[in-house]
């Protein structure tokens, strides 16, 4: 597409416009009509799993083709190894500044914890999942109880064990290897040109997810818990322009250029409140920035479990806003507790609706310090913090695959100042490719 054809190309068919109008649309009909409003939930929870069903089946294409085209195989643990130290650098970083963001402004004070009473049972459930996720639990449940039962239930770390294993041992068969990696390079082809197509549902997905969310929350949660809301978007938002942002910097690239650049996927989030709607579509992006499809195939995939930094920031925060409106003091001890005990509670917490509450219910089920029923009074406003989680740990991982990437020097700087500068791939409603639009 020619830069002058692009400018011919109406607004109202570029898909991020049709995803804020069906967000906004959404969000007027949930709080004019509530009741209507919760009935458009099915749409949002249709186009999640059309996604999700996907998921499974481009992360096991993409890490074995790229574990399996690599020669040097010292080099997939060498990757490995700097996303996790990143990851980990990273994470502590966004749990300290929700730590800080409770202490600078004090969002649970003079907050009234009554309310928790009327969500005893709604939070014993939450509870009760929190103790099914256990340390050791979690680390079990990695491994699938068969080969297929990973992608069946579309658990992410199953998924990426099972990736690994086959990419090594397709890399060890020679020629026969390459035959299989090349089959491999076809097939994950032809699944993104079907994401290609269901992309085209985003505006519908966005417009069902919002109206539900306001409809069924109301817009009066929203305003009763303010404080921590407008709290966490805040941290949440300087997080991403001043930490992430340096490390852009650093790396040689914008941040703010690199969220333009991926806006589709940032708005397809926030209006469905699930990161993973936006991986296939992150992954391709991150392609044609110039990063090898190796080390984004490794990176993004290891990073929605690892490298949460939306989800970080919301635990500590929110663990600290419970203890200031239950009137609960926590020592400098009890923090770095509550530091510690995140860093391992959050591993393995998707992007999905709830289960960044149920990390938390997790984490306070181990600090007894704070009551569990307390955890009442953000059942309300979760719906609407989990779409900044989601937006916030989309961003954490493209920047951290770029930043790998060029640790790896495997970054084509002279492609990833290019694409940035010329923004997003031109998405339109009347293409056949919604991935693979001709950059302007």
Not at 242 to 258: E, P, T
Request: net charge negative; aromatic share 6%; hydrophobic share 55%.
């Amino acid at each position: 597409m020619t830069e002058a054809a692009k400018g011919r190309t109406p607004l109202w068919r570029q898909l991020y416009v049709q995803v804020l109008a069906a967000i906004v649309v959404g969000a007027v009909l949930g709080a004019v009509a509530p009741d209507l409003g919760k009935a458009m939930k099915p749409l949002g929870d249709a186009f999640i799993a059309l996604i999700k069903m996907m998921i499974s089946p481009v992360i096991f294409c993409t890490i074995v083709h790229g574990i399996g085209s690599m020669r040097d195989m010292g080099k997939v643990g060498r990757i490995g190894v700097k996303a996790i130290v990143y990851f980990e650098v990273v994470s502590t970083l966004a749990l300290g500044m929700g730590l800080l963001a409770a202490h600078l402004l004090h969002p649970g004070l003079g907050f009234s914890s009554t309310a928790a009473a009327s969500t005893a049972q709604t939070v014993a459930t939450y509870v009760a999942k929190a103790h099914d996720n256990g340390v050791a639990a979690h680390l079990l449940a990695i491994i699938p109880k068969t080969f297929v039962d990973a992608f069946a239930t579309g658990d992410l770390l199953q998924v990426l064990l099972l990736s690994i294993l086959t990419g090594f041992a397709v890399g060890q068969l020679g020629e026969v290897g390459q035959k299989v990696t090349d089959a491999i390079d076809v097939a994950a082809h032809v699944l993104f040109k079907i994401i290609g197509i269901l992309v085209y549902l985003a505006p519908i997905g966005a417009f069902g997810s919002m109206a539900y969310t306001v409809g069924a929350f109301g817009v009066g949660s929203l305003v009763n818990l303010a404080a921590l809301v407008g709290t966490f978007y805040l941290t949440a938002a300087l997080f991403v322009v001043l930490v992430l942002g340096l490390i852009a910097r650093l790396s040689g690239f914008s941040i703010l250029r690199f969220i333009a650049y991926i806006r589709e996927e940032v708005l397809i989030v926030l209006g469905t409140s699930s990161s993973e709607t936006a991986l296939p579509g992150l992954m391709r992006k991150l392609e044609k920035l110039g990063a090898t499809d190796s080390v984004v195939g490794l990176v993004v995939p290891t990073g929605y479990s690892f490298n949460l930094d939306g989800t970080n920031i919301y635990m500590t925060l929110s663990i600290l806003f419970l203890a200031q409106a239950t009137g609960t003091h926590l020592s400098v001890g009890a923090e770095a507790t509550i530091v510690l005990i995140s860093m391992l509670t959050s591993k393995g917490a998707s992007g999905v609706t709830g289960a960044g509450f149920v990390t938390l219910a997790a984490t306070l089920a181990i600090v007894p310090d704070i009551p569990i029923a307390s955890l009442g009074m953000l059942l309300g406003v979760d719906r609407f913090m989990s779409q900044c989680r989601a937006v916030t740990n989309l961003i954490g991982n493209g920047v951290a695959t770029l930043v790998v990437s060029r640790w790896e020097n495997e970054l084509d700087h002279a492609t990833l100042a290019t694409e940035l500068a010329g923004g997003p791939p031109g998405v339109v409603m009347d293409e056949p490719d919604v991935q693979e639009a001709e950059s302007p």
